[in-house]
Nanobody, 120 residues
Framework: QVQLVESGGGSVQPGGSLRLSCQAS????????MGWYRQYPGELRELVAT???????VYADSVKGRFTISTDSTKRTVYMSMNNLKPEDTAAYYC??????????????WGQGTQVTVSS
């Protein structure tokens, strides 16, 4: 079974930086895309950034110019560097991947979540 393992969350003051990492492993033939979503308490999960295997990265308007998503295809890992963090960035962040398994079925997978807290 496919697993996505996240790391890099924590607490930081406004204006600070963090880098999130997520590595995919398991029964993988192809990764179509990987990305990051975040979820505020009591709210639906929302897209932060995603990077398709055959396209350019896309970002939520609220993080453009501050967050940068990147991948290491050899390691099957996606990163997100977060700069100039703001209190409204406080949320649980979830890694996402759309994966083709060897039986040619497409599946969506989620990481376990990592908390980012921005406060003074």
């Amino acid at each position: 079974q496919v697993q996505l393992v996240e790391s890099g969350g924590g607490s930081v003051q406004p204006g600070g930086s963090l880098r999130l990492s997520c590595q995919a492993s398991g029964n993988i033939a192809t990764i179509y895309n990987m990305g990051w979503y975040r979820q505020y308490p009591g709210e639906l999960r929302e897209l932060v950034a995603t990077i398709p295997s055959d396209g350019a990265p896309v970002y939520a308007d609220s993080v453009k110019g501050r967050f940068t998503i990147s991948t290491d295809s050899t390691k099957r890992t996606v990163y997100m560097s977060m700069n100039n963090l703001k209190p409204e960035d406080t949320a649980a962040y979830y890694c996402y991947a759309r994966i083709l398994t060897p039986d040619l079925s497409r599946h969506d997978y989620w990481g376990q979540g990592t908390q980012v807290t921005v406060s003074s």
